[in-house]
């Protein structure tokens, strides 16, 4: 597959174009990584969802002048955490900087959208953005419970 | 995606499978808008089959709200998988929603 590389079991780089239709081969490479690191349900959902939701901003927001972009993913599954880094050279953009949706409205005052970096803030452990030479790179990790892996880095 | 339709009486009984990801939730959004005027009394939504909802997803099941309140239906969403129940968790919706543990109850309560 196109832009896609498994680096040994517990590595992922995902190259993604500026398109809706690349979250396709995102869930499918998420759910082929959390199966070679023996992720549980649980944990490829909340990796699938957090990148998701931060590859689906830079898509509808990172670009305005158009025109096709690459966007990197790395991935990777250490000892009781997981480690996301989503680079892209679109505009400046600091998740960290995005105010808390409120999510006790009635129906009739809730906003459409909001609630995707709400929900990576939820799910990730730790965030960090920095902007480098023209390129957002933010790093998500994901801490677990080491039980939950089931073969985790035995040699 | 497969969308699997089923008339119960006056109510529809919706049942996507897969994934509501940014992609994939134009598809029940283009089935909620087909029987958007087919005159149902209520609607089930039936989450069973569904593993995973993002924003986007859930963008698709406010819309389905605000539609059967504006036709004056009732909509049920029923059968969430924990992962999908964190989802309307952490984003209020489980506040804003009717949620049911199975399809066959909501449905039982729109006859």
Known sequence: MAGYEQRGPHALKLRLMNRMEELEKLHEALGRFGGACGFTEDQVFRVSLACEEIVMNIITYGYPEGGEHEIVLTAESLPGEVRLTVRDDGRAFNPLEVQTPDTTLKLDERPVGGLGIHFVRRLMDEIRYSREEGINILQLTMRHEEEGMRNEHTP | ?111
């Open chain 2, 1 to 111: 995606m497969n969308i699997h339709r089923e008339r119960h009486g006056g109510a529809l009984l919706l049942r996507p499978e897969g994934r509501m990801d940014g992609v994939r939730s134009a598809e029940v959004e283009r089935a909620l808008a087909e029987v958007a005027d087919a005159g149902y009394s209520g609607i089930v939504f039936d989450m069973s089959a569904i593993g995973y909802v993002s924003s986007a997803g859930l963008r698709v099941i406010l819309m389905a709200v605000k539609q059967a309140k504006s036709k004056q239906q009732r909509i049920l969403f029923a059968g969430p998988s924990p992962q999908v129940r964190e989802v309307l968790e952490m984003s209020g919706f489980l506040s804003l929603l009717e949620v049911r543990d199975s399809a066959a109850a909501a449905m039982e309560e729109l006859q």
